[in-house]
């Protein structure tokens, strides 16, 4: 009976995890327990017991709740498992894209990502935003893009939404800076001179492109060997966009903010 | 493609491959095998599935983390190494309120390693310091201690040390100094010596006792129920006093010097 680790303890089953991730939400009575897993009595006992055994959690009037051990344990599990989904939702795509491009802090914060989607376009579509993107983009209150590929949108879609008066902040390579300068004057100075626009300039991004709105993220990543196909992975939950508005803080503490020259 | 719970958690073996790799960085598969005392046989399959798992890769016979791998092993190794501390006596983490500590020294509670808890006998308080303290203390080339409770018991030994020529440190509460008012002259002449510092705290901080010289890290908490049972947890390592240093530093940062009472 010794031998349980804890880890064992947490990771080898779900009903337990289950149980524990409810009570970081505060003391609960068995007739909670129940009822939130939607479980009988005597199974569930078995686990609650093997989890009073190992200290995670106690009881007290029929309330149970976590100890300090268990409070420490489960925070730390359920930041682990929420790095888990979001990798095991895209094993594939995680495994073949360039991470570097992400500070490691931020990194380690990835299940803040939460409920991603991966979206690809279809062939007759093969150049254009997700959907999901698309529709998100006409009702932003605020946008942020972090980008080292030149979009046709930032001429045409992110125009329209810097006209609405709404807050929009850029940080571009210094190359995509210049292909917008030189091949879309009109729009670069339009840029220029609305007080709504700021435009950093970032020495190195190592992502394709960053969108962040009020609403919604979308990453889109280069592979590790430098190749870049479109695709958005995207996530409408609230910790996801506070997650870009970090990586946001991030490379704008890199940048310099660019002037006309 | 199997989940990063089975991957990471199911074996004890891909663990301990992961946590070394993160630890060391890349390496041949011979020290691997040292290192953690398996066979070809033993660890070469566990390999694979991390390989297989895009969670480590091996160019020319040396293994080492892909980013992901590295991702994740950065996340789950604290927490395993946390847990191998805690673990020690996982009754004494789940008794005490540990809710003080900040979040970032709690997470690195791995480095105080080795420790053993030492139950004072509560007959001997207020007539003499306990003996395995007094030990551990009387010969300490520098003291720190941040005490909430009063214990007076001490006050020689910590005299002696003092006088001794150590830099002696005491952060305590307002209510401790107000008992302290009787001896005012001599701890003002005390306090006139560069060596001695006195700090104050608001006596609301749920923490008893933090005690770090050059060689120990002592540490006493409140019960969860808000009790004391002065249970000494004390730990010897050079981390471990590092540690120590670190919280006694957060804790002298909230407090306010007084060059005398």
Not at chain 1, 13 to 36: A, F, N
Not at chain 1, 114 to 129: M, N, Q, T, W
Not at chain 2, 106 to 135: A, C, H, S, V, W
Not at chain 2, 149 to 158: C, F, I, K, Q, T
């Given at each position: ?150 979009r046709q949108e930032y001429v045409t879609d992110y125009a329209e939404i810097a006209e609405r008066n709404v807050s929009v902040a850029f940080i571009f390579t ?19 001179k609305r007080e709504n626009v700021r435009i950093f300039v970032c020495p190195e991004i190592k992502l394709a492109s960053c969108m962040v709105t009020d609403k ?46 | ?237 050079p981390s471990a006093v590092q540690w120590g240093n670190e919280l006694y530093d957060y804790l002298r940062s909230r407090s306010v010097n007084k060059k005398e009472?």
């Amino acid at each position: 009976m010794k031998d349980e680790s804890i880890s064992d303890v947490l990771f080898f089953s779900e009903k337990r995890r289950q149980i524990l991730l409810y009570l970081l939400e505060g003391p609960k009575t068995i007739d909670d327990i129940k009822s939130y897993l939607n479980s009988k009595s005597s199974p569930l006992m078995v686990q609650i017991r093997i989890l009073t055994r190992n200290f995670l959690i106690q009881e007290k009037n029929g309330v149970f709740s976590l100890t300090p051990l268990g409070e420490y344990t489960v925070r730390e599990m359920r930041d682990i498992l929420d790095m888990f989904a979001v990798f095991d939702k895209n094993p594939e795509y995680w495994g073949e894209v360039e991470l570097t491009a992400f500070p490691a802090y931020l990194l380690s914060r990835i299940g803040e990502l939460g409920e991603v989607e991966l979206c690809y376009p279809s062939k007759a579509h093969i150049f254009d935003r997700a959907r999901p993107v698309e529709k998100s983009l006409k009702s932003a209150e605020s946008l942020i893009e972090i980008s080292s590929i030149f979009r046709q949108e930032y001429v045409t879609d992110y125009a329209e939404i810097a006209e609405r008066n709404v807050s929009v902040a850029f940080i571009f390579t210094q190359e995509v800076i210049d292909r917008l300068e030189k091949d879309f004057p009109e729009s670069y100075h339009n840029y220029m001179k609305r007080e709504n626009v700021r435009i950093f300039v970032c020495p190195e991004i190592k992502l394709a492109s960053c969108m962040v709105t009020d609403k919604i993220i979308s990453l889109s990543l280069f592979t590790k060997k430098g190749n870049f196909y479109n695709h958005d992975l995207i996530s409408y939950n609230n910790s996801a966009v506070l997650w870009g508005t970090d990586l946001f803080h991030h490379f704008r503490s890199l940048s310099m903010i660019h002037n006309l020259q | 493609m199997n989940s990063l719970i089975e991957t990471v958690f199911f074996s004890e073996k891909r663990k301990a491959v992961l946590i070394l790799l993160f630890e060391k960085g890349p390496l041949p598969i011979e020290t691997i095998k040292s290192e953690l005392d398996e066979t070809s046989v033993s660890i070469l399959p566990q390999i694979k599935v991390l390989i297989d798992n895009n969670l480590i890769i091996q160019n020319d016979g040396i293994y080492q983390l892909t980013h992901l791998g590295e991702t994740v092993a950065e996340k789950v190794s604290p927490f395993i190494k946390n847990l191998q501390v805690l673990s020690v006596n996982p009754k004494f983490w789940s008794e005490h309120d540990t809710g003080e500590i900040p979040e970032n020294l709690f997470n690195r509670i791995q480095e105080i390693g080795d420790f053993k808890i030492i139950e004072i006998d509560l007959r001997t308080i207020y007539y003499e310091p306990n003996p395995i303290i007094r030990e551990h203390i009387k010969n300490a080339s520098s003291i720190k201690t941040f005490i909430t409770y009063y214990a007076p018991e001490y006050v020689m030994v910590y005299y002696d040390r003092l006088m001794s020529g150590a830099p002696v440190s005491i952060t305590t509460s307002d209510y401790i100094v107000n008992m302290a008012k009787d001896y005012k002259t001599e701890i003002n002449n005390l306090l006139q010596l560069d060596r001695a510092e006195l700090n104050v705290c608001s006596a609301d901080v749920k923490i008893a006792e933090v005690t770090v010289t050059d060689k120990i890290l002592l540490m006493v908490l409140y019960s969860t129920a808000g009790n004391l049972d002065y249970d000494f947890l004390a730990a010897e390592s050079p981390s471990a006093v590092q540690w120590g240093n670190e919280l006694y530093d957060y804790l002298r940062s909230r407090s306010v010097n007084k060059k005398e009472i």
